[in-house]
């Protein structure tokens, strides 16, 4: 039971909910989230299983939401969980006078995160802070908005926009919506929130939780496995003996064809050009030589390629075969 589950998080439960109520059903004690969604959002959540929590920080950061956002409507927390602290009416408003104002929330954008939420502040969550009364100064931060779509549009005396969102880590859809609303100088809240894609897991492929509990009782759930949900990541082999010794923990001399000899046609994954010195690299055992290409076996863990006196070494970073 060690890999990646691709779970759908219902309303109303924290992301640490979920995680506990998967260490119960699973019976693990190592469980663990890519990536926290409020609770009243619904959708993907990343949940590593065993020895796959190591392997979380690696999972691509990038991630999709389809949001309603309710314009003319103010909350304390920028969504439809916290008080309405001030409304007016927006029926004036029109998709065509809106979508001008949208371009300014693509690309790279500056955002304060909601008072709302997990981030820390001296130690202290901004959650904590606003429920005990205090008023944090929350830092300014950048984010990044790869697209900006515009799904549907509800007039009304507080009319509605549906949008998918894709962006970088870090992005708060509620403060878009907040964003969004003071620029239009009406004020605006999130209605609702759905993440379609997160860490390259999708939404069509999640599991309820009553989902797994019943592919459990069936005998038939199958976590993801790590090298699946890492195929973003350049892969090498290593012969046997080479990786018996990465495991534990040796770093081993870098040559080329510890990556030119891997066989992505037979393994189905993508092989991007090697930047060894910027970025992980997924680690391999070799499995057996087909039509002199060499197939990808055990997976191993994450190595990076480091510089030293004598040249460039494949370094362990997070060894998961063997521990």
Known sequence: MEGFLNLNKPAGWTSHDCVAKVRRILHLKRVG????????????????????????????????????????????TDDLEGEVIATQSAAGLTLEKVLPYLEQFEGKIKQVPPIYSAIQVKGKRLYDLARAGFTAQVPERTVKIYQLK?????????????????CGAGTYIRAIARDLGTTLNTGGTLASLTRSQSSGFRLTDSLTLAELTQQLQQGIFVPVLPATALQHLPAVILPAESALRWCQGQRLPW?????????????????????????????????????????????????QVISSEGGLLLAPQTVFAGR
Not at 256 to 275: F, H, K, P, R, T
């Open 33 to 76: 989230h890519g990536g926290t969604l409020d609770p009243a959002a619904t959708g993907v959540l990343p949940i590593a299983l065993g020895k796959a929590t190591k392997l979380l920080q690696y999972l691509p950061q990038d991630k999709t939401y389809t949001a309603t956002i309710r314009l003319g409507v103010r909350t304390t």
């Open 150 to 166: 515009v799904l549907a549009w509800h007039p009304g005396e507080f009319p509605e926009l549906e949008v998918e969102i894709a």
């Open 255 to 303: 040559q080329e064809e510890m990556s030119q000899s891997y066989d992505v046609a037979a393994e189905g994954i993508e092989l991007s050009s090697i930047n060894p010195k910027s970025q992980a690299l997924r680690v391999h055992q070799e499995n057996e030589t087909w039509c002199n290409r060499t197939k990808a076996g055990k997976f191993l863990g994450i190595g």
